[in-house]
T-cell receptor, first 114, second 111 residues
């Protein structure tokens, strides 16, 4: 158990809808990262937050947004969903803002868009 | 931006044999290279990492080598066991501010 929790575990929705994925980092970790993993694909970095502020942005679509709250949990909002958004979404956390350190991954949220 | 390529995409070995997975990166400024193991239904877990000031690192049956000149690094698993079966991801971090992952290698260890 990495100490990172993600909810929900599974999510099934329709095209055009909007969903929110939630992540709670390990106790004491200030950074939260979001990744998308499509079928047989690697982990695509979406965005990083550090202590409430956006730190780095990867291949995140404009339809997607995220935020980190004062208690350090984070939410990833996906809107106007398309079939191609079906994927595993992982959250990871680390103690510092630097990516040159171990990240602890949550179990992921499996999103299915029908 | 940084681009990380990983080979092979699938690897099947007999129990007890060695497994080698290779990754190349594009940006010479990359300075941190972790390897993650992803088991079915679970999040990825760091198994070993190496920084750019080191050429090789070993932890029991797992080792990583880094060739900065050629911009490639490799994961070596010796005496493989069925529980080593998983998807392995390499990654490269540049300027402590960007982490790029390879596409993953599905390793199967046959008993």
């Amino acid at each position: 158990d990495s100490g990172v929790t993600q909810t929900p575990k599974h999510l099934i929705t329709a095209t055009g809808q909007r969903v929110t994925l939630r992540c709670s980092p390990r106790s004491g970790d200030l950074s939260v990262y979001w990744y998308q993993q499509s079928l047989d694909q690697g982990l695509q970095f979406l965005i990083q937050y550090y202590n409430g502020e956006e730190r780095a942005k990867g291949n995140i679509l404009e339809r997607f947004s995220a935020q980190q709250f004062p208690d350090l949990h984070s939410e990833l909002n996906l809107s106007s969903l398309e079939l191609g958004d079906s994927a595993l979404y992982f959250c990871a956390s680390s103690a510092s803002g630097s990516t040159a350190n171990e990240q602890f991954f949550g179990p992921g949220t499996r999103l299915t868009v029908l | 931006g940084e681009n990380v390529e990983q080979h092979p995409s699938t690897l099947s070995v007999q129990e007890g044999d060695s497994a080698v997975i290779k990754c190349t990166y594009s940006d010479s400024a990359s300075n941190y290279f972790p390897w993650y193991k992803q088991e079915l239904g679970k999040g990825s877990q760091l198994i070993i990492d190496i920084r750019s000031n080191v050429g090789e690192k070993k932890d029991q049956r797992i080792a990583v080598t880094l060739n900065k000149t050629a911009k490639h690094f490799s994961l070596h698993i010796t005496e493989t066991q069925p529980e080593d079966s998983a998807v392995y991801f390499c990654a490269a971090s540049i300027y402590n501010n960007d982490m790029r992952f390879g596409a993953g290698t599905r390793l199967t260890v046959k008993p």
